[in-house]
Protein backbone atom coordinates (compact mmCIF):
# COMPACT_ATOMS: atom_id res chain seq x y z
CA UNK A 1 0.00 0.00 0.00
CA UNK A 2 1.14 3.79 -0.85
CA UNK A 3 0.24 7.23 0.74
CA UNK A 4 -2.16 7.24 3.10
CA UNK A 5 -4.65 4.78 4.75
CA UNK A 6 -7.32 5.66 7.05
CA UNK A 7 -10.12 3.09 8.24
CA UNK A 8 -13.05 3.13 9.05
CA UNK A 9 -14.00 5.19 5.89
CA UNK A 10 -17.34 5.07 7.74
CA UNK A 11 -18.71 4.88 11.40
CA UNK A 12 -22.06 5.30 12.79
CA UNK A 13 -22.31 5.70 17.28
CA UNK A 14 -24.07 6.49 20.10
CA UNK A 15 -23.22 9.45 22.40
CA UNK A 16 -21.98 6.90 24.81
CA UNK A 17 -20.01 4.57 22.41
CA UNK A 18 -16.22 4.59 22.32
CA UNK A 19 -14.39 4.12 19.54
CA UNK A 20 -11.18 4.86 17.41
CA UNK A 21 -10.11 6.00 13.97
CA UNK A 22 -6.90 4.75 12.44
CA UNK A 23 -4.35 6.50 10.29
CA UNK A 24 -1.22 4.98 8.80
CA UNK A 25 1.16 6.50 6.38
CA UNK A 26 3.80 4.86 3.89
CA UNK A 27 5.47 8.16 2.81
CA UNK A 28 8.24 7.92 5.18
CA UNK A 29 6.60 11.72 6.64
CA UNK A 30 7.71 12.62 9.86
CA UNK A 31 4.70 14.81 10.62
CA UNK A 32 1.22 13.79 11.15
CA UNK A 33 -2.49 15.75 11.83
CA UNK A 34 -5.80 15.42 12.27
CA UNK A 35 -8.52 17.41 10.55
CA UNK A 36 -12.21 17.69 11.35
CA UNK A 37 -13.96 18.76 7.77
CA UNK A 38 -18.02 19.88 8.64
CA UNK A 39 -19.96 21.32 5.57
CA UNK A 40 -19.30 25.08 4.79
CA UNK A 41 -16.83 25.51 6.71
CA UNK A 42 -13.00 25.30 6.63
CA UNK A 43 -10.86 22.19 7.41
CA UNK A 44 -9.83 23.20 11.19
CA UNK A 45 -6.81 21.42 12.69
CA UNK A 46 -7.24 19.41 15.58
CA UNK A 47 -3.83 17.44 16.14
CA UNK A 48 0.18 17.81 15.07
CA UNK A 49 2.27 15.45 15.87
CA UNK A 50 6.33 15.70 14.66
CA UNK A 51 8.21 12.03 15.18
CA UNK A 52 5.16 11.27 17.82
CA UNK A 53 5.85 14.34 19.82
CA UNK A 54 2.11 16.24 19.98
CA UNK A 55 3.06 19.91 18.97
CA UNK A 56 -0.11 21.04 18.63
CA UNK A 57 -3.69 20.69 20.35
CA UNK A 58 -6.00 23.41 18.88
CA UNK A 59 -8.33 23.42 21.38
CA UNK A 60 -9.84 20.56 20.99
CA UNK A 61 -12.86 18.86 23.47
CA UNK A 62 -10.92 16.25 25.46
CA UNK A 63 -13.35 13.60 24.56
CA UNK A 64 -11.39 13.67 21.38
CA UNK A 65 -7.62 11.91 22.45
CA UNK A 66 -5.26 11.33 19.93
CA UNK A 67 -2.46 8.42 19.92
CA UNK A 68 0.84 8.68 18.52
CA UNK A 69 2.89 5.52 18.85
CA UNK A 70 5.53 6.10 15.68
CA UNK A 71 5.79 7.92 13.10
CA UNK A 72 3.64 5.85 10.60
CA UNK A 73 0.45 5.70 12.76
CA UNK A 74 -1.81 7.82 14.44
CA UNK A 75 -4.68 7.04 15.83
CA UNK A 76 -7.98 9.51 17.28
CA UNK A 77 -9.87 7.84 19.88
CA UNK A 78 -13.51 8.88 20.42
CA UNK A 79 -15.89 9.05 23.40
CA UNK A 80 -18.77 10.15 24.81
CA UNK A 81 -19.40 12.43 21.30
CA UNK A 82 -22.24 14.66 20.47
CA UNK A 83 -24.22 14.82 17.38
CA UNK A 84 -21.98 18.11 16.52
CA UNK A 85 -18.85 16.10 15.87
CA UNK A 86 -20.59 14.31 12.85
CA UNK A 87 -18.18 15.26 9.79
CA UNK A 88 -15.30 13.96 7.67
CA UNK A 89 -11.94 13.44 9.81
CA UNK A 90 -9.03 13.48 7.55
CA UNK A 91 -5.67 12.34 8.34
CA UNK A 92 -2.82 13.39 6.79
CA UNK A 93 1.42 13.29 6.53
CA UNK A 94 3.99 15.77 5.63
CA UNK A 95 7.66 15.48 5.40
CA UNK A 96 8.35 17.42 8.38
CA UNK A 97 6.54 20.33 10.34
CA UNK A 98 10.00 22.77 10.19
CA UNK A 99 11.09 22.35 6.48
CA UNK A 100 10.28 26.19 4.88
CA UNK A 101 10.08 24.37 0.90
CA UNK A 102 7.06 23.09 -0.31
CA UNK A 103 6.54 20.47 2.22
CA UNK A 104 2.63 19.82 0.86
CA UNK A 105 0.47 17.85 2.73
CA UNK A 106 -0.88 13.92 1.52
CA UNK A 107 -4.34 13.35 2.99
CA UNK A 108 -6.19 10.08 3.70
CA UNK A 109 -9.41 9.15 2.16
CA UNK A 110 -11.36 10.23 5.31
CA UNK A 111 -14.04 9.23 8.13
CA UNK A 112 -16.88 9.63 7.55
CA UNK A 113 -18.47 9.85 11.54
CA UNK A 114 -22.10 10.07 12.14
CA UNK A 115 -22.90 10.43 15.79
CA UNK A 116 -26.53 9.51 16.70
CA UNK B 1 -4.47 35.44 13.35
CA UNK B 2 -4.95 34.06 9.98
CA UNK B 3 -7.83 35.10 7.79
CA UNK B 4 -8.47 33.70 4.44
CA UNK B 5 -11.22 34.56 1.71
CA UNK B 6 -11.92 32.79 -1.06
CA UNK B 7 -15.11 32.70 -3.32
CA UNK B 8 -17.97 30.02 -1.82
CA UNK B 9 -19.04 28.76 -5.51
CA UNK B 10 -18.02 29.66 -9.23
CA UNK B 11 -19.34 28.14 -12.33
CA UNK B 12 -17.38 27.75 -15.47
CA UNK B 13 -18.20 26.49 -18.78
CA UNK B 14 -16.19 23.29 -19.99
CA UNK B 15 -13.64 24.34 -22.68
CA UNK B 16 -13.20 27.91 -20.90
CA UNK B 17 -11.09 29.50 -18.16
CA UNK B 18 -11.84 29.71 -14.90
CA UNK B 19 -9.71 32.13 -12.27
CA UNK B 20 -10.31 31.26 -8.51
CA UNK B 21 -8.83 34.09 -6.01
CA UNK B 22 -7.74 33.76 -2.31
CA UNK B 23 -7.13 36.65 -0.49
CA UNK B 24 -5.45 36.24 3.40
CA UNK B 25 -3.85 38.44 6.34
CA UNK B 26 -1.44 36.61 8.13
CA UNK B 27 1.16 36.83 10.51
CA UNK B 28 4.35 35.87 8.74
CA UNK B 29 3.91 33.94 5.83
CA UNK B 30 5.95 31.20 4.25
CA UNK B 31 3.96 30.09 1.03
CA UNK B 32 0.81 29.23 0.07
CA UNK B 33 -0.70 25.63 -1.38
CA UNK B 34 -3.56 25.27 -3.59
CA UNK B 35 -5.45 22.08 -2.95
CA UNK B 36 -8.34 19.98 -5.04
CA UNK B 37 -11.08 18.13 -3.31
CA UNK B 38 -13.56 16.01 -5.19
CA UNK B 39 -16.91 15.37 -3.35
CA UNK B 40 -16.30 12.55 -0.87
CA UNK B 41 -12.26 12.29 -1.44
CA UNK B 42 -9.29 13.36 -0.42
CA UNK B 43 -7.50 16.99 -0.91
CA UNK B 44 -4.69 16.36 -3.07
CA UNK B 45 -1.88 18.93 -3.81
CA UNK B 46 -2.14 21.20 -6.85
CA UNK B 47 0.38 24.15 -6.61
CA UNK B 48 2.71 25.93 -3.82
CA UNK B 49 3.89 29.63 -4.54
CA UNK B 50 6.31 31.62 -1.97
CA UNK B 51 8.12 33.40 -4.33
CA UNK B 52 5.90 36.31 -6.18
CA UNK B 53 4.81 35.62 -10.17
CA UNK B 54 2.77 32.81 -12.13
CA UNK B 55 3.65 29.00 -11.62
CA UNK B 56 2.61 26.79 -14.13
CA UNK B 57 1.45 23.19 -14.55
CA UNK B 58 0.17 21.85 -17.38
CA UNK B 59 -3.71 23.34 -17.60
CA UNK B 60 -3.25 24.37 -13.78
CA UNK B 61 -1.44 28.30 -13.04
CA UNK B 62 -1.03 29.76 -9.44
CA UNK B 63 -0.79 33.30 -9.18
CA UNK B 64 1.12 35.10 -5.49
CA UNK B 65 1.44 38.59 -4.57
CA UNK B 66 2.77 38.80 -1.18
CA UNK B 67 2.56 42.27 -1.38
CA UNK B 68 -1.12 42.06 -2.13
CA UNK B 69 -2.15 39.29 0.43
CA UNK B 70 -3.58 37.53 -3.20
CA UNK B 71 -3.16 34.56 -4.87
CA UNK B 72 -5.19 33.00 -7.85
CA UNK B 73 -5.98 29.25 -8.82
CA UNK B 74 -6.21 29.66 -12.81
CA UNK B 75 -7.41 26.55 -15.45
CA UNK B 76 -7.68 26.37 -18.71
CA UNK B 77 -9.31 24.26 -21.36
CA UNK B 78 -11.91 22.88 -18.26
CA UNK B 79 -12.84 19.81 -18.41
CA UNK B 80 -16.29 17.76 -16.56
CA UNK B 81 -13.82 16.13 -14.34
CA UNK B 82 -12.41 19.51 -13.26
CA UNK B 83 -15.81 20.05 -10.90
CA UNK B 84 -14.44 19.91 -7.29
CA UNK B 85 -13.36 21.66 -4.06
CA UNK B 86 -10.42 23.82 -4.75
CA UNK B 87 -8.80 24.56 -1.34
CA UNK B 88 -6.65 27.86 -0.97
CA UNK B 89 -3.99 27.67 2.16
CA UNK B 90 -1.58 29.73 3.42
CA UNK B 91 1.74 28.11 6.20
CA UNK B 92 2.87 30.30 8.50
CA UNK B 93 5.22 30.19 11.46
CA UNK B 94 3.36 29.84 14.74
CA UNK B 95 3.97 28.40 18.10
CA UNK B 96 7.37 27.05 16.92
CA UNK B 97 6.60 25.05 13.93
CA UNK B 98 5.20 25.95 10.18
CA UNK B 99 1.26 25.82 10.50
CA UNK B 100 -0.85 25.56 7.37
CA UNK B 101 -4.48 27.35 7.57
CA UNK B 102 -7.11 26.33 5.32
CA UNK B 103 -10.05 28.59 3.39
CA UNK B 104 -13.40 27.22 3.57
CA UNK B 105 -12.83 26.26 -0.64
CA UNK B 106 -14.37 27.11 -3.85
CA UNK B 107 -16.82 25.03 -5.14
CA UNK B 108 -16.17 25.09 -9.21
CA UNK B 109 -19.38 23.16 -11.21
CA UNK B 110 -18.24 22.65 -14.64
CA UNK B 111 -21.32 23.31 -16.73
CA UNK B 112 -21.39 21.31 -21.01
Known amino acids: ETGVTQTPRHLVMGMTNKKSLKCEQHLGHNAMYWYKQSAKKPLELMFV???????ENNSVPSRFSPECPNSSHLFLHLHTLQPEDSALYLC???????????????FGPGTRLTVL | GQNIDQPTEMTATEGAIVQINCTYQ??????LFWYQQHAGEAPTFLSY????GLEEKGRFSSFLSRSKGYSYLLLKELQMKDSASYLC?????????????FGTGTKLQVIP
Open chain 1, 49 to 55: YSLEERV
Open chain 2, 49 to 52: NVLD
Open chain 1, 92 to 106: ASSQDLYRGADNEQF
Open chain 2, 26 to 31: TSGFNG
Open chain 2, 89 to 101: AVRAPSGGYQKVT
